[in-house]
């Protein structure tokens, strides 16, 4: 079955420090991927996406993710961490074998940023 | 720049209320979405439409409809509330042609009581 996985629910790093965010899916093919966050309030927005080509993908606010396919892995990197990086953040696949349409979502993994 | 937009940040509702939750995008988007939001669950589909008047079951249909009379606007709807439909809505909208990026509106926090 496809799934994603964020095998972490909280994530703490002192301001300033490197962040990783790991991202684990099953998939019969390479699928799309994406990371999206979400502030506290607010809805989602995309940080980044995979869809072909090189496997380094760079997004906004600093923000990078790496396409890792031996590994099943997307996970999602940051050198230095502000305090408006705070937030839960999702990484998503796609398309789901039942519709051309659907993302799959994992269960989020929020970021806390000490000062 | 591109804007979902949903009806209510927060409601409140009683049991066996009927209720619309409105999104409305200005993107000129083919599809649209609707997910549930609950800690640790991440995003559930609900219903997904793809061009006015067509709809299809998400992941957890149940208790729910939706209707596409106008391409940017997209309604979910509670037949009749429960207080395990407590949750955040989101509403999102894409491009056609397969899986594409999904622009999100803000939520709506549905509280049941």
């Known amino acids: 079955a496809q799934s994603v996985t964020q095998p972490d629910i909280h994530i703490t790093v002192s301001e300033g420090a490197s962040l990783e965010l790991r991202c684990n899916y099953s998939?019969?093919?390479?699928?799309?991927l994406f990371w999206y966050v979400q502030s506290p309030g607010q809805g989602l927005q995309l940080l980044l996406k995979?869809?072909?080509?090189?496997?380094l993908v760079q997004g906004i606010k600093g923000f990078e993710a790496e396409f890792k396919r031996s590994q099943s892995s997307f996970n999602l990197r940051k050198p230095s961490v502000h305090w408006s990086d705070a937030a839960e953040y999702f990484c998503?696949?796609?398309?789901?074998?039942?519709?051309?349409?659907?993302?799959?979502f994992g269960s989020g993994t929020r970021l806390l940023v000490r000062p | 720049d591109v804007k979902v937009t949903q009806s209510s940040r927060y409601l409140v509702k009683r049991t066996g209320e009927k209720v619309f939750l409105e999104c409305v995008q200005d993107?000129?988007?083919?599809?649209m979405f609707w997910y549930r939001q609950d800690p640790g669950l991440g995003l559930r589909l609900i219903y997904f439409?793809?061009?006015?008047?067509?709809?299809e079951k998400g992941d957890i249909p149940e208790g729910y409809s939706v209707s596409r009379e106008k391409k940017e606007r997209f309604s979910l709807i509670l037949e009749s509330a429960s207080t395990n439909q407590t949750s955040m809505y989101l509403c999102?909208?894409?491009?056609?042609?397969?899986?594409?990026?999904?622009?999100f509106g803000p939520g709506t926090r549905l509280t049941v009581t």
């Open positions: 999102a909208s894409s491009l056609p042609g397969g899986v594409n990026e999904q622009y």
């Open positions: 998939y019969g093919a390479t699928p799309y």
């Open positions: 995979y869809f072909s080509g090189d496997t």
């Open positions: 998503a696949v796609g398309p789901s074998v039942d519709s051309s349409y659907k993302l799959i």
């Open positions: 993107m000129d988007h083919e599809n």
């Open positions: 439409s793809y061009d006015v008047k067509m709809k």
